[in-house]
């Protein structure tokens, strides 16, 4: 089976970093995942990762460490917008389906 | 060019009725899923297809859970004799083969 473990909910300051970290544990891992979800609306996709290091777009990177089962995802230069649920998955050995952890709700606040 | 649509946003069903939910891919996505998500959890997967091909279905929760994709682009998720439940967002994804699944904003299921 899998399990994905993320934060429920963290809070942050408007400019500041925030990290957001998932560890996983899968029977199979074909990539990772980073969603972004806000309230009410489809899930958005931010960044993926199938070999360990750090990939970088924009304000948004995110980083995978396949031996540990651990992924991080930075956000810089936090605007309200940000203020979203954040959702960490993993793609199984098929590579068909995702696996979604609960998803960190980060509020940003001024 | 256009995203993933669903239809209807928002269902509201009485317990024991069918309801039926559209989702209208991608043009040329191969690859279809249908995910449930309850509130404050993650997406959790139902169902694969990849044209008309129905690869997966691992995820559906009961038999009276139901889905196609007749003609490898539009999909139908149906169920049947609906329960309490079943009330959940029910998110549409499709893919360029196995590259990244792209969401469309859901159903909103509500049974009473």
């Known amino acids: 089976g899998q399990n994905i473990d993320q934060p429920t909910e963290m809070t942050a300051t408007e400019g500041a970093i925030v990290q957001i970290n998932c560890t996983y544990q899968?029977?199979?891992?074909?990539?990772l995942f980073w969603y972004q979800q806000h309230a009410g609306e489809a899930p958005t996709f931010l960044s993926y990762?199938?070999?360990?290091g750090l990939e970088e777009k924009g304000r948004f990177s995110s980083f995978l460490s396949r031996s540990k089962g651990y992924s991080y995802l930075l956000l810089k230069e936090l605007q309200m917008k940000d203020s979203a649920s954040y959702l960490c998955?993993?793609?199984?050995?098929?590579?068909?389906?995702?696996?979604f952890g609960a998803g960190t709700i980060l509020r940003v606040k001024s | 060019g256009a995203g993933v649509s669903q239809s209807p946003r928002y269902k509201v069903a009485k317990r024991g009725q069918d309801v039926a939910l559209r989702c209208d891919p991608i043009?040329?996505?191969?690859?279809l899923f249908w995910y449930q998500q309850a509130l404050g959890q993650g997406p959790e997967f139902l169902t694969y297809?990849?044209?008309?091909?129905?690869?997966?279905k691992s995820g559906l929760p009961s038999d009276r859970f139901f889905a196609e994709r007749p003609e490898g682009s539009v999909s139908t998720l149906k169920i049947q004799r609906t329960q309490q439940e079943d009330s959940a967002v029910y998110l549409c994804?499709?893919?360029?083969?196995?590259?990244?699944?792209?969401f469309g904003p859901g159903t909103r299921l509500l049974v009473l």
């Open positions: 990762n199938v070999l360990d």
């Open positions: 899968t029977s199979g891992f074909n990539g």
């Open positions: 994804a499709s893919a360029d083969g196995q590259e990244t699944q792209y």
């Open positions: 297809f990849q044209n008309e091909a129905q690869l997966d």
């Open positions: 043009s040329g996505h191969v690859s």
């Open positions: 998955a993993v793609r199984d050995r098929s590579g068909n389906k995702l696996v």
